[in-house]
């Protein structure tokens, strides 16, 4: 419930402080005495559009503050968690409104979007008057009474459970039927492509793997080069062992020659031995080192091969494998497509088969939440002098036109006078009729749920007394369910409200005026009640009267 609300600086209202209690309270007060400047100024708590010119002549910003006791169990709570806002059942609304027109938003003083403190201020208060056409012009809101009254938040949230499923069955199936006629346009192109890759048999770092060997072996190159031409000087045909060797054998058989220069033949001895030693130390070398131009071209070969490849299909090479996958899929795809497609047909029938079931399963319930909200709103109408008028739930079914919240059309239709024609409340009903229509409709539905706090401005504008003390009644019997604000002229209405606030206009200085509100006790009470049925001159006979009234709810 709206427990209290603070206003600065907005038109009128220079400094105001406001505490309410549970029940009903009214408002009232000489024409012109500030109550459409209260409603403004909470409206603007609530998220309604700011407007430069509610701030207050003379001052750069306007400020009102609404505090608001939640009962847990409330929406609200949920919708304040998910954007991070912490509370203890207690929800602060502030809006700060300068005079150039910007403003600013909070709720328990953290910063917020008008949109999420309008969303929040929705959930809490409902305002409503002659003109008020928030709930009763949309028919999707019509529909929204009807389940909240009939008490169908379960079937309507299994409604929109299947039809999220049944999209998804339908988004499913649409996804392979693409995917397959995209197969089908590649096939070709799929199966020589995935037949190329699998020639090639890339793998992933192969790339990479190859240029490290071909520069390791391009650097080795001009080693292998040097070292090759050594060997060939030791081992090819213009080496010195054949030579050598053969000197060496014919002096080694000869013992005359052998007796002269033994150290020489041993010399040419030792000198073939380091010379064989010399050819096989670099013959070792050259096949140490990491170069051999046969492994080289072939890496070369590959690494063309890659890169070619990875040109044609404009992937990295290291990607190769991971395409050839998707190819490979896509191919199979192909082939298993009819069989996957029959499964997800089958699931689409399924889901809209369960979709349907609880569709209709809701329609039925709320054919005869509509015949109890009809039964319910006529017996209030009597009394409101509207015993004449006919309230209809006006209900229309299309199977075929299924969404998330059924398949049903619901429109609240009345009619005024008998031989009239029924149609959309709003077009039909006059001010007076609608606020009283509305009034009954509120009545109707307030155990079933509503926003904590209702505000009613005026609805009882234009009726006599015997009209006005049914509104009383009927305002009083909601206020048992939820807290009732009451904007009023009727001392009928006036009288039946647990508080009464009055709302004047006092001096303030010699050339300015301000609105004050003011909670009234049990005397000042029955002379504003006797103010309101007397007028200007306040007689002892309106005095008695009131007191009368008074006496009369207690």
């Known amino acids: 419930m709206l427990s209290s609300l603070t206003i600065r600086d907005i038109v009128l209202i220079d400094r105001l402080h406001i505490d309410f209690a549970s029940g009903l309270t009214v408002l009232t007060g000489e024409t012109g005495a500030g109550k459409s400047i209260l409603l403004d100024s909470l409206s603007l708590a609530l998220g309604a559009r700011g407007d430069g010119g509610l701030v207050r002549s003379g001052c750069h910003q306007g400020q009102v503050v609404a505090q608001f006791d939640i009962p847990s169990g409330h929406g609200v709570h949920r919708l304040l968690a998910e954007n991070g806002i912490d509370e203890d059942g207690t929800v602060i609304l502030k809006r700060l409104q300068n005079a150039d027109g910007r403003s600013r938003a909070f709720i328990n003083d953290n910063p917020v979007s008008v949109g999420l403190l309008r969303s929040i201020g929705h959930r809490l208060v409902e305002i409503h008057g002659q ?10 809101s019509h ?77 080795h190159e001009k080693v292998a080069g040097d070292l090759s031409e050594a060997v060939d000087l030791l081992g090819g045909q213009g080496s010195p062992i054949p030579p050598i060797a053969d000197l060496w054998r014919r002096l080694e058989r000869k013992d005359e020659i052998k007796r002269l220069v033994p150290s020489a033949i041993d010399a040419l001895g030792r000198a073939l031995d380091g010379l064989e030693d010399a050819r096989a130390a670099l013959e070792t070398a050259m096949r140490g080192t990491d170069y051999d131009p046969v492994v080289l071209e072939q890496v070369e070969e590959r690494l063309f091969a890659l890169r070619a490849a990875s040109r044609k299909f404009s992937v990295a090479s290291d990607k190769l494998p991971a395409l050839l996958d998707a190819m490979r899929s896509d191919l199979q795809a192909l082939e298993s497509g009819e069989e996957k497609l029959g499964a997800l047909e089958k699931a689409l029938s399924d889901a809209r088969e369960k979709l349907d079931k609880a569709a209709v399963r809701l329609s039925r319930k709320r054919q005869k939440a509509g015949s109890d909200l009809e039964r319910a709103v006529a017996a209030e109408l009597p009394d409101l002098k509207l015993e004449r008028a006919r309230f209809t739930v006006g209900i229309e079914t299309d199977a075929e036109a299924v969404r998330a919240t059924g398949i049903d059309t619901v429109e609240f239709r009345v009619q005024t006078n008998p ?53 009383g009644v009927r305002l009083e019997r909601l206020s048992a369910a939820v807290q009732v604000l009451s904007v009023t002229h009727a001392p009928q209405v006036a009288a039946r409200a647990r508080g009464h606030m009055l709302i004047r206009k006092d001096a303030k200085g010699k050339e300015e005026v301000v609105t004050r509100v003011g909670a009234l006790d049990t005397d000042t009470r029955r002379e504003e009640i006797a103010r309101m049925l007397a007028g200007a001159r306040i007689t002892e006979e309106a005095r008695a009267a009131a007191a009368r009234l008074l006496d009369g709810t207690a």
């Open 143 to 219: 529909r929204d009474i009807l389940d909240l009254y009939g008490g169908l938040e379960s079937e309507g949230a299994a409604v929109a459970k299947a039809f999220a499923h049944w999209r998804d069955a339908q988004s499913a199936l649409q996804s392979q039927k693409d995917a397959m006629e995209s197969a089908r346009r590649e096939f070709d192109y799929l199966t020589a492509s995935a037949a190329e890759l699998e020639t090639l048999a890339a793998e992933e770092g192969e790339e990479e793997a190859l240029a490290e060997r071909r520069q390791t072996m391009m650097a």
């Open 419 to 471: 031989g009239t024609k029924p149609g959309p409340i709003m077009k039909v009903a006059s001010g007076g009729e609608l606020s009283r229509f509305l009034l009954a409709l509120k009545v109707s539905i307030a155990e079933r749920g509503s926003a904590p706090t209702l505000i009613f401005d005026e609805i009882d504008t234009g009726v006599g007394g015997a009209v006005a003390e049914a509104i």
């Open 131 to 140: 003109h008020d056409d928030r709930a009763l012009v949309d028919p999707d």
